[in-house]
């Protein structure tokens, strides 16, 4: 993937306005990840309450959901939030079947952070053979935070286990204390690639920028960018395969 595709996506000036509506660029960007929050939340419902393809689907609406944002534990933390938000609702149809919705859930849950920790992993790569582009502050920071990512995803589901229905509250209490308990697909993932990416890292030789200035600012918006870049790529190649599989279905329910 070329440098261009990485960095399409620049943020606007902090202080810049809206000529439409006075809003600062950064009160226009969280006022469109709340209606993307929402839009996630609504779409777990539905596929929830439908109750086929599940997991396929979760998986793909949390890539979709990462690859829009920032990929920091904050934006991790509000993408599980949205989408258990959702499942609570699909889930009231289920009946005895609940708990076996809510597993999928989970399960492509656990799918999509995958996904969101491998494209972090070759945007981290990907700085190490242009360590002069980076500062090591900011290397550090995605690092940890990907270092991070299981603890999130299992904090946010004992804190949504708090909420909801007694139903919902229970078998995802349940379920949050089991993953702790057993380990997750994120945490496999995880050691597996701690096994090595940190002393990559460390081979990289010194970064180029200091954690200073403008330049500093630019580089670690650039490695958030190319994290996105790969995460949209996923976000795409899902998209597809997802439409693929409706069209033979809909082939098959007409012969």
Do not use: C
């Not at 993307?36 to 396929?56: C, F, N, P, T, Y």
Request: negative net charge; charged residues 35%.
């Amino acid at each position: 993937m070329s440098q261009d595709n990485h960095t399409e996506q620049k943020s606007e000036p902090e202080t810049a306005e809206s000529p439409r509506t006075g809003e600062t660029a950064s009160e226009a960007t969280e006022a469109r990840r709340e209606e993307a929050m929402a839009h996630l939340e609504a779409s777990v419902r539905e596929a929830v309450a439908q109750g086929e393809d599940i997991r396929e689907t979760v998986r793909r609406l949390t890539v979709e959901a990462l690859s829009e944002g920032r990929l920091d534990s904050e934006e991790v933390r509000r993408v599980v939030e949205s989408v258990l938000k959702g499942a609570g609702s699909g889930i009231e149809k289920h009946g005895s079947r609940a708990r076996q919705a809510l597993e999928e859930v989970l399960r492509g849950l656990e799918d999509g952070l995958v996904k969101a920790a491998e494209a972090s992993k070759l945007a981290l790569e990907e700085a190490a053979g242009r360590a002069q582009e980076f500062t090591e502050q900011d290397v550090k920071l995605a690092l940890e935070q990907l270092q991070n990512l299981e603890r999130v995803y299992l904090d946010t589901l004992t804190e949504v286990a708090k909420r909801g229905s007694e139903q919902f509250r229970q078998i995802l209490d349940d379920l949050a204390r089991h993953a702790r308990n057993s380990g997750t697909a994120i945490g496999e993932y995880l050691a597996e690639v701690m096994e090595d990416l940190p002393h990559k890292l460390q081979e990289a030789g010194e970064w180029g920028l200091k954690a200073v200035g403008e330049g500093a600012r630019t580089a670690g918006a650039q490695l958030a960018a190319i994290t996105s870049g790969f995460l949209a790529g996923l976000a795409e190649a899902l998209d597809r395969q997802a439409k693929r599989l409706s069209g033979e279905d809909e082939h098959q329910k007409k012969g």
